[in-house]
Every structure is written in structure tokens, then in C-alpha cells.
């Protein structure tokens, strides 16, 4: 008597199962919204109002800083120097 696998009832391929399980969850995600957030014109106004923003801050003090730079006039704090380094060295 000859056995072989050809003639299994009820036989299961794994790799099918995992394929429809893969196929669903991809089918799933692209019908997926994405969140959208709205800003009210009452929020942007808000904001316009409130000053320079950081990036005209940063700005202004890069700037500040490249001329003290270059007058000579700009003083390194050692001990401040120090304490920020410590950290890093230990």
C-alpha cells in the first residue's frame, strides 16, 4: 500500500489562509479617513496677533549673536560651559 498526500480530506494550505489574512487587513486599510484638523479664522487671527513667531526670534538672535561675534565682544561663561559638558563626559 502506497500513502502519499495527494488524496488528504479536508487538507488546509497554511500559506492561503495567511495570504487572505494579509489581502483583508490591506483592503481594510485603504478605506481608512485620514484625521483633518481646521483651523478657525478666530485661531489664525489669534496667532497673527501674537508677535514675532519663533523663527523671526531665532532670527533676530542669530543675528545678535554672529555681530557680537564679530566685534569680539561676545564672553563664554566657563562655568556654564562646564556644567552643560559634565554630562556628556562622565
Excluded at 49 to 71: C, F, H, R, W, Y
Aim: no cysteine; proline share 3%.
Amino acid at each position: 500500500m502506497k500513502v502519499d498526500g495527494s488524496n488528504r480530506i479536508g487538507a488546509v494550505n497554511p500559506y492561503k489562509k495567511s495570504y487572505e489574512a494579509l489581502s483583508a487587513s490591506a483592503a481594510s486599510k485603504t478605506g481608512k479617513k485620514k484625521d483633518q484638523v481646521e483651523i478657525s479664522s478666530e485661531a489664525k487671527e489669534l496667532l497673527g496677533t501674537q508677535g514675532p513667531t519663533g523663527q523671526e526670534q531665532s532670527v533676530d538672535k542669530i543675528a545678535e549673536l554672529k555681530s557680537s561675534v564679530a566685534a569680539g565682544t561676545y564672553k563664554i561663561d566657563a562655568r556654564t560651559l562646564a556644567e552643560k559638558l559634565f554630562p556628556f563626559i562622565k
